[in-house]
């Protein structure tokens, strides 16, 4: 096991200005309009555009996140170890009912950005920059085409943009619609934006209502949920020529003038300002299970520190957004909660990651902050929300994963986990629960006798708190080590998130998808795998008979 003292991750503005609860500075509410409108032709009769690269050479897409690499922050308490748990769950799980190929690197690119949605009668993953749509079979039914397609027919400078990037798919299970959006941009041309498509019917290959949002600024790492009275998108917005973070930033679109294809859709927009650029990847909750009423608060969760003294001190700070449509203006966005997580071993810089199987260069694990999605249930006396992150001990790389509740008044903790059964590092996770209150958690694994693969655990409903208490399994081994080198980390490119799911077929079974690398070790040697789990099935030991 190689030692790690310090590990290094993008991490700015770490200090406060109080020692107090230290609220986030806020803006007052931006609103803006639409850019451009457009109903698309069905997918299946468009001119497609084929994966390829495109004009600038994409070869990586930076997340240029904030940090200070001249200051080494150390904790205030040395050597302090979290509560692991250190032995895996008696549960036996059934394994994938299904296991297929998703979308590969037909970009000639990296980052992966693998992530997908399900709905009664499709899955559709996209990576960075295309998409493809299968049945719930596995059967491959469209693409992979350029997420490009979809706005190629407008008029508009995006057709020809060189970077189509950070792509998430959503659906939508109140309107039975899909949703997909990515950035577009140019940095030559100084142009951002985020084009954000909703289809007009259940059927991901019919036609869909195409929107574009301008920005001043790059809209880097942007992730997208469903809410009953909005769509919510949360990203970094870093400067335009330097690439430094400016601020995060917290929006939301109409979704009713989406749904209904109406040819402006109102974005409303806050920004979490400088000296707290610690609060950063923001992530909006994301809706599943019954109806709420429209008029309840969207969550944004994000990892912060509130004490100068020890930036190591952390916390998950929970805010609420509350749209205001008639007048846009009265829309309000404030902290609610800050939840103790504790003291936890310093992260600087990006620094040395996971280590790998037969390559010197370690993999990018991006600890701390929030992975992809943040899901949110009412249940009959409570709501949920669960998440997870990457952290790191001094030692190895493990999962920390949170169930928060809320029965009357204020979010809690009902949960906490740490994950590390054994010495395996293990990053990039992904988490849901369903109707059922089941949890299921994948993820990344690698060491320098394991080339990086993807596993899953889980747990159910009433199962003793804190604990996975499914056995470990490996849904899909590594064939080689990653190769997707970035110089100026030193690092091996990673993800930079996985997606896991819930089927609203059944609102039981899990679809997740994350990468893994080729058996071949050329640069940028990534494909991605696609699974169907359910955890309410147990294994079944057979006996062979000569």
């Known amino acids: 096991?190689?030692?790690?003292?310090?590990?290094?991750?993008?991490?700015?503005?770490?200090?406060?200005?109080?020692?107090?609860?230290?609220?986030?500075?806020?803006?007052?509410?931006?609103?803006?309009?639409?850019?451009?409108?457009?109903?698309?032709?069905?997918?299946?009769?468009?001119?497609?555009?084929?994966?390829?690269?495109?004009?600038?050479?994409?070869?990586?897409?930076?997340?240029?996140?904030?940090?200070?690499p001249d200051k080494e922050y150390l904790k205030t308490t040395p050597d302090l170890?979290?509560?692991?748990?250190?032995?895996?769950?008696?549960?036996?799980?059934?394994?994938?009912?299904?296991?297929?190929?998703?979308?590969?690197?037909?970009?000639?690119?990296?980052?992966?950005?693998?992530?997908?949605?399900?709905?009664?009668?499709?899955?559709?993953?996209?990576?960075?920059?295309?998409?493809?749509?299968?049945?719930?079979?596995?059967?491959?039914?469209?693409?992979?085409?350029?997420?490009?397609?979809?706005?190629?027919?407008?008029?508009?400078?995006?057709?020809?943009?060189?970077?189509?990037?950070?792509?998430?798919?959503?659906?939508?299970?109140?309107?039975?619609?899909w949703v997909i959006s990515t950035m577009a941009f140019s940095y030559n041309l100084q142009i951002f934006y985020t084009m954000v498509a909703v289809s007009e019917s259940p059927d991901p290959l019919g036609a869909y209502n195409c929107y574009g949002y301008e920005y001043e600024n790059l809209n880097d790492y942007p992730k997208i949920s469903v809410w009953p009275n909005g769509y919510y998108i949360t990203c970094n917005i870093l400067e335009s020529t330097t690439g430094a973070f400016l601020h995060s930033l917290v929006t939301v679109i109409d979704r009713e003038a989406m749904l209904a294809g109406e040819p402006q859709a109102t974005m409303i927009e806050f920004e979490i300002s400088e000296p707290d650029s610690a609060r950063f990847f923001p992530l909006p909750a994301d809706f599943y299970g019954a109806d709420i009423p429209a008029d309840s608060s969207c969550y944004i969760i994000n990892v912060d520190n509130h004490d100068p003294g020890n930036p190591w001190n952390l916390s998950l700070d929970i805010y609420a957004f509350d749209p205001d449509w008639n007048t846009p203006a009265n829309s309000t966005f404030e902290q609610?909660?800050?939840?103790?997580?504790?003291?936890?071993?310093?992260?600087?810089?990006?620094?040395?990651?996971?280590?790998?199987?037969?390559?010197?260069?370690?993999?990018?694990?991006?600890?701390?902050?929030?992975?992809?999605?943040?899901?949110?249930?009412?249940?009959?006396?409570?709501?949920?929300?669960?998440?997870?992150?990457?952290?790191?001990?001094?030692?190895?790389?493990?999962?920390?994963?949170?169930?928060?509740?809320?029965?009357?008044?204020?979010?809690?903790?009902?949960?906490?986990?740490?994950?590390?059964?054994?010495?395996?590092?293990?990053?990039?996770?992904s988490i849901n629960m369903n109707s059922k209150g089941d949890i299921a958690m994948g993820y990344t694994v690698s060491d320098e006798f394991t080339f990086p693969s993807v596993r899953m655990t889980g747990r159910r409903a009433g199962d003793p708190l804190g604990e996975m208490t499914f056995q470990e399994i490996e849904l899909f081994t590594g064939l080689n080590f990653i190769n997707t080198y970035q110089s100026d980390f030193d690092q091996n490119r990673w993800g930079d998130y996985a997606s896991m799911m819930v089927d609203?077929?059944?609102?039981?079974?899990?679809?997740?998808?994350?990468?893994?690398?080729?058996?071949?070790?050329?640069s940028g040697n990534w494909g991605t795998r696609v699974f169907k789990i359910n955890l309410t099935e147990e294994f079944e030991t057979v006996t062979a008979y000569a």
């Open 1 to 68: 096991m190689k030692k790690k003292n310090l590990f290094q991750l993008y991490l700015a503005g770490i200090f406060l200005l109080t020692t107090f609860l230290s609220p986030a500075q806020i803006s007052e509410p931006k609103v803006k309009q639409s850019i451009f409108f457009g109903k698309s032709k069905p997918v299946n009769e468009m001119k497609i555009v084929l994966p390829g690269e495109h004009t600038e050479k994409q070869r990586i897409v930076k997340n240029r996140m904030p940090w200070w």
């Open 81 to 177: 170890k979290p509560e692991m748990q250190i032995k895996q769950g008696a549960l036996k799980c059934k394994g994938p009912l299904l296991n297929f190929d998703g979308v590969g690197n037909v970009n000639n690119g990296f980052p992966a950005d693998p992530n997908g949605d399900v709905s009664p009668d499709n899955y559709i993953q996209s990576v960075n920059s295309s998409f493809a749509v299968w049945d719930k079979n596995g059967n491959i039914v469209f693409g992979p085409v350029d997420y490009k397609s979809l706005w190629d027919g407008f008029p508009g400078p995006w057709s020809n943009l060189p970077w189509w990037g950070d792509p998430i798919l959503k659906y939508d299970r109140l309107a039975d619609r």
């Open 336 to 429: 609610i909660s800050q939840l103790e997580i504790g003291e936890v071993e310093p992260v600087i810089n990006y620094g040395l990651g996971a280590p790998q199987h037969n390559n010197d260069k370690n993999v990018m694990t991006i600890p701390i902050f929030m992975m992809y999605p943040l899901s949110y249930r009412v249940f009959d006396n409570h709501e949920i929300m669960v998440c997870c992150h990457t952290m790191w001990d001094g030692d190895i790389h493990y999962i920390k994963w949170y169930e928060l509740r809320r029965e009357d008044t204020d979010w809690y903790i009902y949960q906490t986990g740490n994950y590390a059964p054994d010495n395996i590092h293990r990053y990039q996770p």
């Open 504 to 522: 609203p077929a059944d609102d039981s079974t899990f679809w997740f998808t994350n990468m893994y690398p080729l058996a071949v070790a050329s």
